[in-house]
């Protein structure tokens, strides 16, 4: 193998993360530095001339041409002939019944499909029984799973540790799974993911159709790859190299996945091992540029639209308007009996800045007991030079100067914080008039202030107090203790309610244990959403403040701080009282409106898309050695030059005629799938060799994702160019392609080995049998939860989410919803694969994955032997033999057997299952379950047999 394509190969096994890429990067650059005299010099470096009579760069010869005798078994037998080998015997029916049901839905056969095909004697028998799987919605779950490998779907960014969720992703593999059982014509297929929102002709804000909705999910495939770009540093070297690996990853998936390229490899220089040159790759990011424009970058989460079906917005819309009727009237009843019924406090202090005194008589810029003002520049008070206070219409104006920094404006007298006996509570709360100074300028990000404050340079000899409430008008309220300043810690949050002008907010206190107290949030008199603990160091004596910072201006009125009235008779008694009818009537509040809330539903239409920023083209640049610091001549897009056509032109780049769009996408897409051109070839050759590899575990190319001078040789390529033809003739059908694989002598071959095919070819590279293949992850785990009957009937939706538990295994949650849907419901965190499905080589998809690891460690049975899954599974499949067959022991060992490995166990089979199964019990002897133990342990173990985890 070469160096490059080592590197490549290297960088996006499954497993190795990013950095992987990034040293691959670093070694190409190095191993082409001394061949470069510089990047536009060689960018104009001439085609190799072997490269243009590369096998798979040629156009596709017709049907015909390869000859009327021409099949898959022709060209598989003409080469087993040249090795004087012949092929083998077909396979018993009840092996067949299996195979095919595996390979086309992923899932086992049930006994009673068993039975059905091997008693079915009649004509076309096989045919029927392969056709009723093509037709199984199961089989677009399956075969829609091997495409999104191929085209690196995940349900994360994949950003090192950070690895963030992409909610919506899952609308791109549920179109993946409709295209697939629709047999969409995989021309279509490919242009609807490249450039589907430049098909469906939709603009913004317009209703649209299933049909264009459909075209936009599926352009989520050009943002299947990692995409950091929501979580950079800020750095802005780092977020420009973010940004570009965003773009890279999306043409390294097309160049592996569609091409069969090693594109990667000509980001830096021209490729040293195929016809790829520097110019080609930086034209094919000219493609891409406009929806992936560095400068004008939108952010993965942001990068989504809605588009609704006629009526749909209109309908959610008027179901939320009554749910938040219905939320209002709770939250309405909950405020009027708080406020009726809470017993009056004792006013320690008040001001509703109508009484014309300055503010200098009760505020200050200096906290109680401070040696210092707080902040520098400190506030002016009764002035309007920022930072200021002063009292204009009857409220006072926090007014910022707009620098960094923090500032108080503090009330001159200090208050205990520290309510003396349970029950007891203190309060501050004022009416926000306005977020913005007379109307100008932008509304303050948050409405500060603080509660026991009193040590602002952090001086003193008391390392609490100065609690920040940093109220938010999108939600809830952060709470900060010690601040400001680098020991200032993050308590949390409280509350629920955003800050909005016209309403009354605030905190209050309440001592709940003699150490304890606890924080809650107050909007228009009544609590609001959750609550902090707090300790008493944490409330010193201090005054009420203000907080000034980072442009933060707003308006408020009637400021008040009170306490529980203690020296009023019989006030305690009525406290108590209140207090525990609140707490009662605040748990039937808050259950009442998590009720409304699990009414709700998201806004309809929302999609994950790709589309370009503009229909006006940004400029593109060739990055010499591949750094966005060092940008070279202007680029505009074209085709690879390398794939010419039969006159040995290069077509010429037309974009597309659009609106919205530039139309680049399209007229790639469109050329990619032209008609007798030697690209459709190559990705016909691609397309049906990665199809080819997963009948028979290698393709008949052994590298499904290079195809070109550094791939592998084909081992029959007749046979591909003929599968290629075919299924562009039959209009890119790949079902028509599935009928003809299943329907040849070659898959239908038995598994047995014999003697002299061994020695000869001991690889069965040359197909004289079928080969014997452990199922994969996915498969193993869905056949577990199948035949023990658990398996759900999700179909389509958003992910089942798989959280990490306290030993670092990410499981998904029994007890939720779906938690028995198959592995392609299940979610799939680049940096989280399922624990179980890992072990089975399930890939973290890096970039993408054409071809799956297949190992066999001690792990992988240690896992069947001692996983919860496969436990609970044993116990599952007990309970279903019981249900089905009694009390027999004989007919359960029967079952078993037929609904784990697809066949009946002979004798020796039978009598080592009850031979264990006695066993077991007497194991178990002492327990009162010891019947349904052994049982359990029995099906378990059914699950370990190679019967089981092979297809023969």
Not at 246 to 252: K, P, V
Not at 311 to 327: C, I, R, V, Y
Not at 882 to 893: F, L, N, P, W, Y
Request: net charge neutral; charged share 25%.
């Amino acid at each position: 193998m070469n160096r490059c394509q080592h590197v490549y190969r290297e960088s996006t096994r499954p497993g190795v993360r990013r950095v992987g890429l990034i040293l691959g990067v670093a070694v190409t650059v190095m191993l082409g530095a001394a061949a470069l005299a510089s990047d536009e010099a060689k960018s104009k470096t001439p085609v190799a001339p072997a490269a243009g009579n590369h096998w798979s760069f040629q156009p596709l010869r017709p049907v015909a041409a390869l000859g009327s005798e021409a099949s898959i078994d022709y060209f598989v037998r003409r080469k087993l002939r040249e090795a004087k080998l012949a092929p083998s015997r077909e396979a018993d029916r009840a092996t067949l019944v299996r195979r095919v049901a595996f390979v086309l839905t992923g899932l086992p056969p049930t006994p009673e499909e068993i039975a059905a095909f091997v008693a079915d004697k009649s004509s076309g028998a096989y045919e029927r029984m392969v056709e009723r799987y093509l037709n199984s919605p199961r089989h677009g779950e399956r075969w829609g799973k091997h495409w999104l490998d191929a085209a690196g779907y995940a349900d994360s960014n994949g950003y090192f540790n950070a690895d963030t969720d992409r909610p919506l992703a899952y609308r791109y593999r549920d179109y993946v799974i409709r295209s697939v059982n629709r047999d969409k014509p995989f021309d279509q297929f490919v242009r609807e993911q490249i450039a589907g929102d430049e098909l469906s002709g939709w603009k913004r804000g317009e209703p649209a159709t299933p049909e264009i909705i459909e075209l936009l999910e599926a352009t989520h495939y050009l943002r299947n790859g990692q995409d950091g770009s929501g979580e950079s540093d800020g750095n802005p070297d780092e977020v420009r190299t973010d940004r570009y690996y965003a773009l890279e990853s999306a043409m390294q998936i097309i160049g592996s996945s569609l091409l069969g390229v090693t594109m990667q490899c000509a980001k830096c220089h021209d490729h040293k091992f195929e016809p790829l040159t520097i110019k080609d790759y930086y034209a094919l990011q000219a493609v891409l540029y406009p929806a992936f424009n560095i400068d004008k970058w939108v952010k993965p989460n942001d990068r989504v639209v809605h588009a609704n079906l006629p009526g749909e917005l209109e309908t959610w819309q008027a179901a939320e308007k009554k749910l938040d009727a219905e939320l209002a009237e709770l939250k309405s009843q909950f405020k009027t009996w708080q406020a009726t019924n809470q017993p009056g406090g004792w006013r320690l202090f008040s001001d509703g800045f109508n009484d014309g005194e300055p503010l200098t008589k009760r505020w200050s810029n200096t906290a109680p007991t401070d040696d210092a003002p707080a902040g520098s520049p400190a506030v002016t008070l009764d002035s309007d030079k920022a930072p200021a206070a002063r009292v204009k219409d009857g409220a006072l104006e926090i007014i910022e100067g707009g620098g960094s920094g923090d500032r108080w404006l503090s009330t001159k007298d200090a208050f205990e914080w520290r309510p003396g006996a349970v029950g007891q509570w203190i309060q501050v709360t004022f009416d926000l008039v306005a977020t913005k100074i007379d109307g100008k300028g932008g509304s303050a990000e948050r409405i500060g202030y603080v509660i026991a404050a009193r040590d602002f340079n952090d001086n003193g000899d008391t390392d609490r107090g100065n609690i920040l409430i940093d109220g938010n008008p999108g939600g809830a309220t952060s709470v900060h203790v010690d601040y400001p300043g680098a020991d200032s810690k993050s308590r949390g949050s409280i509350g629920e309610t955003g800050y909005k002008s016209g309403h009354n907010y605030g905190v209050r206190i309440t001592r709940t244990a003699t150490n304890e107290f606890t924080l809650e949030h107050l909007v228009d008199g009544a609590v609001d959403g959750a609550s902090l603990k707090l300790k008493e160091r944490d409330l010193p004596e201090g005054g009420f403040a203000f907080e000034y910072c980072c442009g933060r201006s707003f308006v408020v009125d009637n400021v008040i701080i009170e306490g529980s009235n203690d020296s009023e008779p019989g006030w305690v008694a009525k406290n108590e009282r209140f207090q525990k009818e609140l707490a009662e009537r605040k748990k039937a509040f808050d259950k009442a409106t998590k009720a409304v809330a699990a009414k709700r539903s998201p806004k309809p239409g929302r999609i994950a898309w790709v589309s370009d920023g503009s229909a006006e083209a940004p400029e593109v640049r060739l990055l010499k050695r591949g750094n966005h610091k060092t940008p070279g001549d202007v680029v505009t897009p074209s085709f690879p030059a390398f794939l010419k056509t039969r006159d040995g032109r290069v077509a010429n780049f037309q974009p597309a005629k659009t609106t919205a769009t530039t139309g680049r996408r399209l007229a790639w897409a469109n050329w990619l799938t032209e008609a007798n051109s030697p690209q459709a070839s190559l990705l016909a050759r691609v397309t049906v060799n990665r199809v080819w590899q997963h009948y028979f575990g290698v393709g008949i190319v052994a590298t499904p994702d290079n195809l070109g001078l550094s791939g592998a040789k084909p081992s029959h390529p007749e046979l591909l160019d003929w599968l290629a033809s075919k299924f562009i003739e039959s209009g890119w059908s790949m079902k028509a392609l599935h009928r003809l694989i299943l329907e040849s002598a070659t898959f239908r071959q038995t598994s047995a080995p014999r003697s002299r095919a061994v020695e000869r070819d001991p690889d069965n590279h040359l197909l004289w049998r079928y080969p014997v293949r452990r199922l994969d992850a996915e498969a193993i785990r869905d056949a577990m939860l199948a035949v023990s009957g658990r398996l759900s009937s999700k179909t389509n939706g958003p992910y089942v989410p798989t959280p990490r538990n306290g030993i670092g295994e990410v499981l998904v949650d029994e007890a939720k919803p779906d938690a028995f849907a198959r592995s392609i419901f299940v979610q799939h965190r680049r940096t989280q694969v399922p624990t179980f499905l890992g072990t089975f080589d399930a890939p973290s998809v890096v970039f993408n994955c054409t071809r799956r690891a297949e190992t066999t460690m001690p792990l992988q049975s240690l896992s069947l032997l001692n996983s919860e899954f496969s436990v609970k599974r044993g116990e599952d499949l007990a309970q279903r033999l019981a249900r089905d067959c009694g009390t027999d022991e004989v007919a359960k060992i029967r079952r078993g057997f037929l609904l784990t490995t697809g066949r009946e166990p002979d004798s020796a089979e039978r009598k080592m299952a009850t031979r264990f199964l006695a066993e077991q019990r007497r194991v178990y002897a002492d327990r009162k379950d010891a019947d349904a133990r052994a049982w359990a342990d029995f099906c378990q173990s059914l699950f370990g047999l190679n019967s089981f985890l092979y297809l023969e």
